[in-house]
């Protein structure tokens, strides 16, 4: 027979894509449990996966047509995974502008930094032309 004390219970939960878990919050001296949520870590790998599978690099397009065809599926996951917590999603679009640069690279034919600086100049000229710019910067 088990005690109460012998009663573990999970640290976190996979849910619907985000992970619940308890996070402590101080509160006029006092130190408080919380139910945090947080995107998972398997959903920012199937996202990344994802963005993988586009294949963006291989698009033969002008870079505003590339955004109008990635745009409403970069709005629908910031309007899911963006609910909570918007911190946890910066490395999952840092990898989604990496794969822009790797297109700059294929289209333009440029050099690594060459195309920083033309990805960046594209975003001084139309900070809103991808939906994630908002977030997150070339």
């Known amino acids: 027979m088990r005690g109460e004390s012998d ?29 945090g ?3 998972s870590i398997r959903s920012k790998t199937a996202i990344r996966n994802k963005f993988k599978e586009w294949e963006i690099h291989k698009r033969r397009k002008p870079l ?31 990898q989604l502008n990496h794969r822009l640069l790797k297109w700059v690279k294929w289209e333009k034919g440029l050099y690594k930094y060459a195309s920083l ?11 809103t032309l991808f939906a994630h710019w908002k977030l997150v910067q070339p």
């Not at 219970?9 to 919380?34: C, H």
């Not at 047509?65 to 309007?79: C, K, S, T, Y």
């Not at 917590?85 to 840092?94: I, L």
């Open 7 to 35: 009663v573990t219970y999970a640290r976190s939960y996979d849910f619907l894509g985000f992970t619940l878990r308890p996070v402590l919050r101080k509160i006029k001296e006092r130190m408080i449990l919380f139910p």
């Open 37 to 39: 949520t947080f995107v």
């Open 64 to 94: 505003e047509e590339l955004a109008q065809d990635l745009n409403p599926m970069i709005r629908g996951l910031i309007g899911y995974f963006h609910k909570f917590w918007n911190g946890g999603m910066r490395p999952v679009w840092n």
């Open 117 to 127: 600086r033309w990805l960046k100049r594209k975003y001084a000229e139309n900070p």
